[in-house]
């Protein structure tokens, strides 16, 4: 595989130039959604508004007609509907007049199969043939980072495939390889596991992250159909294939745990800076790389999950990790 070019910066100011090196006027007269999150109420981390409105100035600049967007999530909260979200976005400063367009959350979407698996892709982005992916590093309990693949693989699909993602991480046990050892329970996060002389799965508290069967040092556990990292993966495939898409990832702020969690913990690495880019396994991986030269294997350190990942199981569906960086 070639190289891709991945600009990095410290300055807000360069984006616009980057995007535009990058070939953002190839979305004059499209439609781009603009996909970030927009923050759990609580949350001080998120992306801001004037990082928002940066990058549509640059997409309105190349004649294209911009939205930012997100959808509703699958956990009980003011997001989980649009109503509820829109006014979130609304007192977050994700108005039409702070950042220069308006601000969709979707709840519908495309059937879209991607290697074994079918997505309901939103029908705001199955139906655009190009999109700008804004995402905050940070990192994520469960899936070790947010990144560019975490952003797309959870956040442009619909409840259900957000579910299904989950679900198909959950453990199958082994009883005759299983020795009691307990590093399962340890590692799960939503107390879904117990051991003393037999191994206990509460199928309702388990939230499919996966970690348990991560953890297991004899095979004991395996996923019922996938991991976490490998559905991030093929889901943010889903969401891109076939679209000409732009990456800018902000890395600062960078929280032990996710944006959606209104109690993000502490900062666990200096702000760093942009990147700017055109593959989303090669904007992750370039953030990996900037982050473990301040704070080495920081994310796994935190979680307990290699971050590196998403990044792996997106090379193997397609993507390039392959980068070159150019400082601007």
């Not at 781009?32 to 940066?54: S, T």
């Not at 005759?176 to 590093?183: I, K, P, Y």
């Not at 982050?291 to 350190?301: A, E, G, I, M, T």
Request: proline share 4%; aromatic share 6%; hydrophobic share 40%.
């Amino acid at each position: 595989m070639t190289e891709n070019t991945v600009y990095f910066t410290r300055r807000e100011d360069d984006i616009s130039g980057a995007l535009r090196t990058l070939g953002v006027a190839r979305f004059a007269g499209a439609s781009v959604p603009i996909k970030l999150h927009m923050g759990e109420p609580g949350n001080p981390y998120a992306i801001r508004p004037a990082l928002a409105r940066v990058v549509v100035s640059a997409v309105l600049d190349a004649g294209g007609r911009p939205f930012l967007f997100d959808t509703t999530v699958a956990y009980p909260g003011e997001r989980s509907s649009r109503d509820g979200y829109e006014r979130v976005a609304r007192r977050h400063g994700f108005t039409k007049a702070n950042v220069g367009c308006d601000a969709v959350i979707g709840d519908r979407g495309v059937k879209t199969v991607e290697s074994s698996a079918a997505f309901e892709v939103a029908a705001a982005l199955h139906s655009t043939t190009c999109m700008l992916v804004l995402s905050h590093v940070k990192g994520h309990i469960q899936a070790g980072f947010g990144g560019a693949i975490k952003n797309l693989g959870m956040g442009g699909v619909t409840k259900a495939s957000k579910r299904l993602i989950h679900h198909m991480a959950r453990p199958v046990h082994d009883a005759a390889s299983c020795t009691l050892c307990g590093l399962c329970r340890a590692a799960c996060p939503s107390a879904a596991l117990s051991v003393d002389t037999e191994w206990h799965f509460d199928a309702a508290a388990c939230e499919g992250c996966g970690k348990c069967a991560l953890a297991c040092p004899t095979g004991a556990l395996r996923f019922e159909v996938m991991s976490l990292a490998r559905g991030l993966a093929m889901s943010a495939r889903a969401c891109t294939r076939g679209k000409d898409v732009l990456y800018v990832s902000s890395l600062h702020n960078m929280a032990a745990n996710c944006d959606c969690d209104s109690n993000p913990g502490r900062i666990i690495c200096p702000d760093i800076g942009y990147l700017i880019g055109s593959d989303a396994a090669a904007i992750d991986a370039a953030a990996l790389d900037l982050v473990d030269r301040v704070k080495p294997d920081v994310f796994r350190q935190c979680t307990g999950v290699d971050p590196r990942d998403q990044v792996r199981e997106a090379v193997s569906l397609g993507m390039n990790d392959r980068y070159a960086l150019q400082e601007l």
